[in-house]
């Protein structure tokens, strides 16, 4: 049962353009929400996050959006830059089931165009 | 340098042959994770430990074993009983608090392939 949705799989998106990725959750209990970048043949790094007492927290060129009454979350990129290719992971968690577990998406491969 | 580091890069076994995969971390973090990733799908977690000598099954622990007998080590083992053992581990390390949020670090992974 995938609790934390990405439903697109990859997207292309021109250099200097916007990119924005995608994310849903079934788990009304989630609170804490982060977005991950992944490298192929390497581990994740943290990107941005943001906790559900927010709608909005920025990061530079990030900038996540949290809708709670839609259980969706969305992360922009602006510009986009060629070394922003990668796949993206939205993660998930819930304080009552503990705070430092994670819930993964299925992750969105980002294209940026030269 | 802190970080974690998870060796080897590439592993190959005969099928009904059991494997370790080591993790380390000197980022003095509690907790520790390890996820199993398969193509086209997330990362799903199989074991995680929050402090030395415990540890507890994430959604997909049949087929693996685990021990964290000091803070910086968390060995998976994987096991003959695990039916579909080829794909990408990866470690991960977090500040462990009850009452607040932190983010995972990952180490940079290890592919097993069972032949």
């Known amino acids: 049962d995938q609790q934390v949705k990405q439903n697109s799989p990859s997207l292309s998106v021109q250099e200097g353009r916007i990119s924005i990725l995608n994310c849903d959750y079934t788990n009304s209990m989630f609170d804490y929400f982060l977005w991950y970048k992944k490298y192929p043949a390497e581990g994740p790094t943290f990107l941005i996050s943001?906790?559900?007492?927010?709608d909005k927290n920025e990061d530079g060129r990030f900038t996540v959006f949290l809708n709670k009454s839609a259980k969706h979350l969305s992360l922009h990129i602006v510009p986009s830059q060629p070394g922003d290719s990668a796949v993206y992971f939205c993660?998930?968690?819930?304080?009552?089931?503990?705070?430092?577990?994670?819930?993964f998406g299925t992750g969105t491969r980002l294209t940026v165009i030269p | 340098d802190g970080g974690i580091t998870q060796s080897p890069k590439y592993l190959f076994r005969k099928e009904g042959q059991n494997v370790t995969l080591s993790c380390e971390q000197n980022?003095?973090?509690?907790?520790m994770y390890w996820y199993r990733q398969d193509p086209g799908q997330g990362l799903r977690l199989i074991y995680y430990?929050?402090?030395?000598?415990?540890?507890q099954k994430g959604d997909i622990a049949e087929g693996y074993s685990v021990s964290r007998e000091k803070k910086e080590s968390f060995p998976l083992t994987v096991t003959s009983a695990q039916k579909n053992p080829t794909a990408f581990y990866l470690c991960?390390?977090?500040?462990?608090?009850?009452?607040?949020?932190?983010?995972?670090?990952f180490g940079p992974g290890t592919r097993l392939t069972v032949l």
């Open positions: 991960a390390s977090s500040i462990f608090s009850g009452v607040s949020y932190n983010e995972q670090f």
């Open positions: 980022l003095n973090h509690d907790a």
């Open positions: 943001i906790s559900s007492i927010k």
């Open positions: 993660a998930a968690s819930a304080y009552q089931t503990g705070a430092n577990n994670l819930f």
């Open positions: 430990s929050q402090i030395v000598n415990d540890f």
